[in-house]
């Protein structure tokens, strides 16, 4: 494997592993901090969040190799020649060097790859077998172009929102559903559509592989309670207000209840539902909205962010330097 | 089912006729075709002289029905998996208690709202 290459993933995975591991650390408090924010701004913190270390190994890692490659045309940014020290490797374009002993940073490569490519294919398998399926009900349905949805002729209570931003609707649960309930669901999942949650949810998950796995699961818990919530609120707000979209939730869960009791009554799971803590932020006074960092934050957060390369890739190249000893 | 369903009704050579011949099926196929879709209920039979008559037991309509409840009833038990965002989780299930606790809620805030 090309030094270069070795080390660039190296890095990535170290970084980002490192990130994980941040992650790991402050996502408690995190998550208690933000459960006032609107739910909008909390999915999109969660997203950020869960391919944070992905993003951050990467990112940092390409701005470690700006010096050595800009020192091509300006050799006054050449950083490499000052380390000195005969075996201290270097990740750069320029100045690439063996490791004496790669065997160790191989086997930590492969090893984050697997572990990448692990939780990465298990959402790509899922994904792959919920297509047919998808395909199946919308091809079972018709298009109804003053629902703005496909029509599914079942008595099965069923609404929702596909990768694409299509809305399926069953004609059973809109028969059994209040006028003001019936606007309720469709505004809710057109809300879905709108902010294409379920096409983003899958991208998030594809990218949040360097995340230790609890907490992965957690965040991506939260996530979808905020994007529902979200929903939740644009649809209330369109026009049947929170207490109608509460009502509405409430009813469908009845009857998706009263669904599986008969048809399916031993495989009715209890206590993951987000129902509960969708109709109690309905009937809550709406969150606030996220502190805004404002431009001089956010400059200084990328400041930050772009200063502290140095010192972390001179400490991946230490790193490097002691596995590859 | 196509062909019983547009006609009505067929036998082994009808249908052979209609659908195997293009498709290059032998009757035999045809038949133990049909057998098979009596097994499962779909198709009932009389013997009229020497050869079993089939005719649907349901209508295409309502076949299609029965099969779209059968794939959403699996969808909501976890038996298959669709990558959607669904109105209410297809699998997980608020326990009566807190139903009653969340219609307690609703009511008094209902409550508060008209008479406010």
Same mark, same amino acid.
């Given at each position: 494997?090309?030094?270069?290459?070795?080390?660039?993933?190296?890095?990535?995975?170290?970084?980002?592993?490192?990130?994980?591991?941040?992650?790991?650390?402050?996502?408690?408090?995190?998550?208690?901090?933000?459960?006032?924010?609107?739910?909008?701004?909390?999915?999109?913190?969660?997203?950020?969040?869960?391919?944070?270390?992905?993003?951050?190994?990467?990112?940092?890692?390409?701005?470690?190799?700006?010096?050595?490659?800009?020192?091509?045309?300006?050799?006054?940014?050449?950083?490499?020649?000052?380390?000195?020290?005969?075996?201290?490797?270097?990740?750069?374009?320029?100045?690439?060097?063996?490791?004496?002993?790669?065997?160790?940073?191989?086997?930590?490569?492969?090893?984050?790859?697997?572990?990448?490519?692990?939780?990465?294919?298990?959402?790509?398998?899922?994904?792959?077998?919920?297509?047919?399926?998808?395909?199946?009900?919308?091809?079972?349905?018709?298009?109804?172009?003053?629902?703005?949805?496909?029509?599914?002729?079942?008595?099965?209570?069923?609404?929702?929102?596909?990768?694409?931003?299509?809305?399926?609707?069953?004609?059973?649960?809109?028969?059994?559903?209040?006028?003001?309930?019936?606007?309720?669901?469709?505004?809710?999942?057109?809300?879905?559509?709108?902010?294409?949650?379920?096409?983003?949810?899958?991208?998030?998950?594809?990218?949040?592989?360097?995340?230790?796995?609890?907490?992965?699961?957690?965040?991506?818990?939260?996530?979808?309670?905020?994007?529902?919530?979200?929903?939740?609120?644009?649809?209330?707000?369109?026009?049947?207000?929170?207490?109608?979209?509460?009502?509405?939730?409430?009813?469908?869960?009845?009857?998706?209840?009263?669904?599986?009791?008969?048809?399916?009554?031993?495989?009715?799971?209890?206590?993951?539902?987000?129902?509960?803590?969708?109709?109690?932020?309905?009937?809550?006074?709406?969150?606030?909205?996220?502190?805004?960092?404002?431009?001089?934050?956010?400059?200084?957060?990328?400041?930050?962010?772009?200063?502290?390369?140095?010192?972390?890739?001179?400490?991946?190249?230490?790193?490097?330097?002691?596995?590859?000893? | 089912?196509?062909?019983?369903?547009?006609?009505?009704?067929?036998?082994?050579?009808?249908?052979?006729?209609? #659908?195997?011949?293009?498709?290059?099926? *032998?009757?035999?196929?045809?038949?133990? /075709? &049909?057998? @098979?879709?009596? $097994?499962?209920?779909?198709?009932?039979?009389?013997?009229?002289?020497?050869?079993? #008559?089939?005719?649907?037991?349901?209508? *295409?309509?309502?076949?299609?029905?029965? /099969? &779209?409840? @059968?794939?959403? $009833?699996?969808?909501?038990?976890?038996?298959?998996?669709?990558?959607?965002?669904?109105?209410?989780?297809?699998?997980?299930?608020?326990?009566?208690?807190?139903?009653?606790? &969340?219609? @307690?809620?609703?009511?008094?805030?209902?409550?508060?709202?008209?008479?406010?």
């Amino acid at each position: 494997m090309s030094t270069v290459i070795l080390l660039f993933l190296l890095s990535t995975l170290l970084l980002g592993g490192a990130a994980a591991l941040a992650v790991a650390a402050v996502h408690r408090p995190l998550l208690a901090r933000i459960a006032g924010w609107t739910p909008a701004r909390r999915a999109s913190l969660l997203h950020a969040l869960l391919v944070a270390p992905l993003a951050v190994g990467l990112l940092q890692t390409l701005l470690g190799l700006v010096p050595g490659a800009l020192s091509r045309v300006w050799p006054t940014l050449d950083h490499c020649l000052e380390h000195g020290g005969v075996g201290h490797p270097h990740l750069c374009v320029t100045h690439a060097s063996a490791l004496a002993e790669p065997t160790l940073a191989v086997v930590l490569v492969v090893g984050g790859l697997a572990w990448i490519t692990f939780s990465t294919a298990a959402v790509l398998r899922d994904w792959l077998r919920s297509e047919r399926v998808t395909r199946a009900l919308f091809a079972a349905g018709a298009y109804d172009d003053a629902l703005r949805a496909t029509l599914l002729p079942t008595d099965s209570p069923l609404a929702a929102t596909d990768l694409r931003g299509r809305v399926l609707v069953s004609d059973g649960l809109l028969r059994s559903l209040a006028p003001i309930h019936r606007t309720a669901v469709l505004r809710h999942e057109h809300a879905h559509a709108r902010r294409r949650d379920p096409l983003r949810l899958l991208v998030t998950k594809l990218l949040s592989g360097l995340q230790l796995p609890a907490v992965r699961r957690r965040l991506i818990a939260e996530l979808e309670l905020a994007c529902e919530q979200a929903c939740d609120e644009e649809a209330a707000a369109s026009g049947p207000g929170r207490v109608a979209m509460a009502e509405a939730l409430l009813a469908v869960e009845r009857l998706v209840g009263a669904r599986v009791a008969v048809h399916r009554p031993s495989t009715a799971g209890f206590g993951g539902t987000t129902v509960v803590p969708r109709v109690e932020s309905l009937l809550a006074p709406p969150g606030r909205g996220a502190p805004h960092p404002g431009v001089r934050g956010a400059g200084l957060s990328a400041a930050a962010f772009v200063f502290a390369s140095e010192p972390l890739h001179h400490a991946v190249e230490v790193i490097a330097g002691m596995l590859g000893a | 089912m196509e062909h019983v369903w547009s006609c009505g009704r067929g036998d082994v050579s009808d249908v052979q006729e209609h #659908v195997g011949a293009a498709r290059g099926i *032998r009757s035999n196929t045809v038949q133990s /075709t &049909l057998r @098979r879709l009596y $097994d499962k209920g779909l198709l009932r039979r009389r013997k009229v002289s020497h050869a079993y #008559v089939y005719e649907p037991t349901c209508t *295409r309509e309502e076949w299609q029905r029965d /099969t &779209l409840d @059968r794939v959403v $009833d699996d969808l909501m038990a976890g038996e298959t998996d669709a990558m959607l965002a669904a109105f209410v989780d297809l699998t997980e299930r608020a326990g009566p208690e807190h139903l009653e606790r &969340l219609e @307690r809620l609703i009511a008094a805030r209902r409550k508060a709202e008209d008479g406010a």
